[in-house]
Structure formats: structure tokens, C-alpha cells
């Protein structure tokens, strides 16, 4: 579906005739929850949180009854009520959302699905057109908040080094067409996939198409933005960097580059960061050695380093959390309430630079509870940005501590640059 497509479904869905949807929808119109003080937002959110479960109870018995079991009571829930409500991300696997959903979610929506990395059946989620429209809104304005501008509309050029395929197969593929879509900016996919090749996975059948790249290169378009795995853009810049003084010289009168000139307003967008992967260098050298192959300058025109923004966007989540390199830390969308847990008692933990698993819930979700954990150990610090708190990525948890592991749909990213696919 376009753009227009999911908007026009979305408009139409009998749930925005409930007080709570309605709600929900014009909240993620604009960007005031942006601008609003973390006190504000902390009390905006306990307001939402049990309108949600309110929500779910009015709409399922089966969260009425799970209500009743776990004795939790919507009009006083609070963080420790999500933390009961909480799923592991294995549960989602298959089929297993399906049971989730509220008798009167609406048809002619998309399901996404995780990379399938470990070799069993992936995480799989259904989005309502209305859950798809919620997305576009949401993530766009989130993602302008942390590049640190609005994106013009129609103005600029992007490169995607996916396949345009994937688009209906994983979420941050999708995250990411919708959003630039929904701002009119034309989107380059720089992979193919060519479903005649070996392998039973995606990523395994992915080739670089060179014409399109190389049209990237050569535009002159402002800005320009580059969205990759971290594999992706290491390798695209440590290959630039040994170029031989005769490949340079040729390679830079037919494409411009190296350097990779992003222009005013450039960024880099990295999906799921390193997480997972032993054999490359930490994130802050990746952002070392790229910013020598790649150049950015501000809107004045002034050079400025290449902007790296970095998303964790996970197939259960429908919101990604975002960070800015050197700017700030992964920050969720001001609706989303992102808590930790003691990994052993799956209690909520506070306290700044404690290490806690990860857990994600979305009030703005209407088609199911979406609170969740995927298995990622994170700490937070302190900010004065909306949200207050910044969240940083330690390490996923281990299979000796109950958790196969598993990757998100960014983290997948990196398999598609390293097979037969990847850059060379």
C-alpha cells in the first residue's frame, strides 16, 4: 500500500468512533509532544497507558479476563501492571500474535516479519491500516526530532541498500519507505533480489545494483541521505579508503566520489547498530573512518561532520527508537513507555546507568497490547531532552540467561551486506 493508500483506509476505520482511538490519532498529528517537559509527558502517558488497557478490556475478553487473573486494575495501572503484561518476543513467533489481536481489528492491513536469523520461525505481527497510518505519523516526526530538522517536503534523495522486496517483509524497511514516502522524497533501493539464488534467506539473495547506486553518487540532490547497515557503510568507506591512486582517479571522475558528498543536510542512518556482531569494530570507529570517505555540511552551507543516526526499530515495536551520534543517545517516541527489568525477577528497575532488560510499551497500538521485551539489556542516563531519560545498548542477553539470541529487523541489515549480497 502507498501513503495515501493506508491514510485513506485508516480514515475509514470503525475504531476512530471510539474515544480512545480518537484520541490516540490526534496526538500523533504534530510534533507539540515534542516540545513538552519530561513531567508533562510522564503524566500524559500514565493518563494513556490505562486509557489503553481500558481500551483492550472494552474491546477483548481475553484482556478483561488476563486482567482479572493478574489482578490488575486499568484505571490505576501503573509500570509494575505493564511489567506483568509484558511478552517475550519468542511468543510472537509464527503465529503466535495472532491470538492477541482484538476481535475487531480490520482487514486490508500488512504483516511484518523478523529476519528469521536463528533458524526458527520468525517474529510476525498484523497492522491494521490504522496501526500503519499511527506508524507513518509517529515515526516521521520522531525521526525529524533526532535529525535535528524538518524534511522539506519533496526535497532531497535517499539510498536504501535493501531490496525493494523487503519493503512487505520487514518493518524498518517499511519504516522507512512510508516515512520518506509520506514526505515526498524519493527513496533509491541499492539491492536486488534475485529469488533464482541460493540460500532460503533474504539477505542471501541480494546483489548490488550498481546503475542505481552509482545514480545516488552522481545527484546532486540536497540532502541526501544514506540509510545502511553499519557493515554497509565500514565497508563502503574502508573499500574507498584503499583505492589505489588509479581506481580513485577513475572511480571519482565517474561518480564524484570518493568522498561521498551527502550535502546540505546529509545523514547517515544505520539500522540496529553492531549488536551481535564479534568481527566488527565498535560503532565509534565505524563513524571515525566513514566521516573520512563521507562529507556533509549544514543548511547555510557550512562543512559540517557526516550526521550518523542509528535506529532500533524491532518487527513487535511500531515505533523504533533513535539516536544521534554524539548528539544524543536512543530516544523513543514521547507516547512510547520504555522502562527496564531486573533480568532475574522481572521487576522494574530504576536507576541511571543500571543495566535492565529492555521493555517496550505502545498505547497508541490498537489493534493489540503491544508490550513486549525482545532481549536487548540497555542502561539509561538522565537528559533534559522530552523523554528525560536517554537509552544506551549494552548487550543482548545470553542464551545461558533463558534467551536464544536473536536480531532485530536493523540488526538483519548486517546480513544482507556480508553474503553474497554484501559489499565487496
Known amino acids: 500500500m502507498t501513503v495515501g493508500e493506508i491514510f485513506a483506509r485508516a480514515s475509514k476505520s470503525r475504531l476512530l468512533s471510539d474515544p480512545f482511538a480518537e484520541k490516540v490519532w490526534e496526538l500523533v498529528q504534530g510534533d507539540a509532544l515534542f516540545h513538552k517537559s519530561p513531567d508533562q509527558l510522564r503524566e500524559i502517558r500514565k493518563q494513556i497507558t490505562r486509557e489503553s488497557l481500558l481500551f483492550f478490556k472494552h474491546h477483548s475478553n481475553y484482556y478483561s479476563e488476563l486482567f482479572d487473573r493478574l489482578d490488575i486494575d486499568p484505571k490505576s495501572a501503573g509500570i509494575e501492571e505493564l511489567a506483568k503484561l509484558a511478552v517475550p518476543s519468542d511468543l510472537l513467533r509464527g503465529e503466535g500474535h495472532r491470538p492477541f489481536l482484538i476481535p475487531e481489528v480490520e482487514p486490508e492491513g500488512e504483516s511484518f516479519q523478523s529476519s528469521g536469523t536463528t533458524g526458527r520461525a520468525p517474529v510476525k505481527l498484523y497492522r491494521s491500516p490504522l496501526d500503519l497510518a499511527i506508524m507513518v505519523k509517529a515515526n516521521a516526526l520522531l525521526f525529524e526530532y533526532v535529525y535535528g530538522d524538518v524534511l522539506e517536503q519533496g526535497k532531497g534523495l535517499a539510498l536504501f541498500m535493501a531490496a525493494p522486496e523487503l519493503r512487505h517483509r520487514l518493518s524498518f524497511v517499511a519504516f522507512v519507505e512510508l516515512a520518506l514516502e509520506s514526505k515526498g522524497i524519493e527513496l533509491i533501493y541499492g539491492m536486488d533480489l534475485h529469488e533464482g539464488m541460493e540460500g532460503d534467506k533474504p539477505w542471501q539473495k541480494l546483489e548490488p545494483n550498481r546503475k542505481r547506486i552509482m545514480r545516488f553518487l552522481k545527484s546532486k540532490a540536497e540532502p541526501k541521505l544514506f540509510f545502511t547497515a553499519p557493515a554497509g557503510v565500514y565497508m563502503l568507506a574502508k573499500r574507498n579508503q584503499e583505492l589505489n591512486w588509479s581506481k580513485y582517479?577513475?572511480?571519482?571522475?565517474?561518480?564524484?566520489?570518493?568522498?561521498?558528498?551527502?550535502?546540505?543536510?546529509?545523514?547517515?542512518?544505520?539500522?540496529?547498530?553492531?549488536?551481535?556482531?564479534?568481527?566488527?569494530?565498535p560503532y565509534d570507529q565505524i563513524v571515525s573512518l566513514s566521516r573520512k570517505q563521507f562529507t556533509a555540511s549544514t543548511k547555510k552551507g557550512e562543512p559540517k561532520p557526516v550526521p550518523f543516526m542509528d535506529v532500533l526499530g524491532m518487527t513487535e515495536t511500531l515505533t523504533a527508537l533513535i539516536d544521534h551520534h554524539g548528539v544524543m543517545e536512543k530516544v523513543p517516541h514521547p507516547l512510547s513507555e520504555v522502562f527496564l527489568l531486573d533480568p532475574r525477577t522481572f521487576k522494574p528497575l530504576e536507576g541511571e546507568g543500571k543495566e535492565g532488560l529492555l521493555c517496550i510499551f505502545?498505547?497508541?497500538?490498537?489493534?493489540?497490547?503491544?508490550?513486549?521485551?525482545?532481549?536487548?539489556?540497555?542502561?539509561?542516563k538522565a537528559s533534559d531532552r522530552f523523554y528525560g531519560k536517554e537509552f544506551v545498548f549494552q548487550r543482548r542477553l545470553t542464551i545461558k540467561e533463558g534467551w536464544e539470541l536473536q536480531r532485530a529487523c536493523g540488526g538483519s541489515l548486517e546480513e544482507m551486506m556480508r553474503g553474497k549480497g554484501g559489499v565487496q
Not at 568522498?259 to 547498530?273: E, M
Open 249 to 281: 582517479i577513475v572511480q571519482k571522475l565517474v561518480t564524484g566520489s570518493p568522498p561521498v558528498k551527502l550535502g546540505r543536510g546529509g545523514a547517515i542512518v544505520t539500522g540496529g547498530g553492531t549488536k551481535g556482531f564479534t568481527d566488527l569494530p
Open 362 to 380: 505502545n498505547p497508541f497500538t490498537t489493534s493489540w497490547l503491544e508490550c513486549f521485551y525482545p532481549g536487548d539489556i540497555m542502561s539509561y
